[in-house]
């Protein structure tokens, strides 16, 4: 059975950011911890799911994504200054730390901390990944026909489609 939309796939990956030809590991999902996914649901990047279309179990494929196909590039309006008054007692947070934030419609993200002045604390919401190409190793695992429930919930349930249940 080939990659195509409904479909639940299972894949290993190793993941590496690549800037100037110069390949940095970032995660992996191994065979005791695989990725599955509902592909076409958009929960994957579009361009990851091209890369993959049509491949079948035992499959595997390296391919590299731009950054602009991927996490995009870096966006310098994404800079944020947050005035120190709003954490409270909790204390000032420390740089590099991703604060969870939540904009007045109720859509939620991550924000990582760059700098802290006395008056605010600079945080950058562009994505962690942003601007960087990425290089995906995989291995396809298993390719299965998605559930009426997992179509209808659209995303995967598990490699065996129950949740692990």
């Known amino acids: ?4 939309p409904n479909q639940v796939v299972t894949l290993t990956y190793k993941l590496h950011t ?10 992996e999902a191994d065979k005791n911890n695989p990725l ?12 990851f799911e091209e890369n993959i279309s049509g491949l079948k179990a035992g499959d595997t494929l390296d391919f590299e994504l731009a950054a602009a196909d991927a996490y995009g ?8 200054q ?11 947070p420390a740089v590099g730390e ?10 939620q993200f991550r924000a990582r901390v760059t700098e802290i002045s006395p008056e605010a604390v600079v945080v950058d919401l562009n994505h962690p990944m942003a601007g960087q190409n990425l290089h995906f190793d ?3 695992l298993t390719v299965r026909p998605a559930t009426q429930e997992e179509l209808s919930h659209g995303h995967s349930h598990g490699p065996d489609g129950t949740h692990g249940h």
């Open 73 to 80: 590039e870096i966006d310098e309006q994404a800079i944020a």
């Open 138 to 140: 995989i291995e396809i």
């Open 98 to 107: 991703i604060l969870p934030l939540q904009d007045n419609q109720g859509n």
């Open 82 to 92: 947050l005035p120190v008054s709003m954490f409270g007692d909790g204390g000032l």
């Open 18 to 27: 690549v800037e100037n030809g110069e390949k940095t590991f970032v995660e």
């Open 1 to 4: 059975m080939t990659i195509e």
């Open 36 to 47: 599955d996914f509902l592909y076409g649901a958009g929960m994957m990047l579009p361009k």
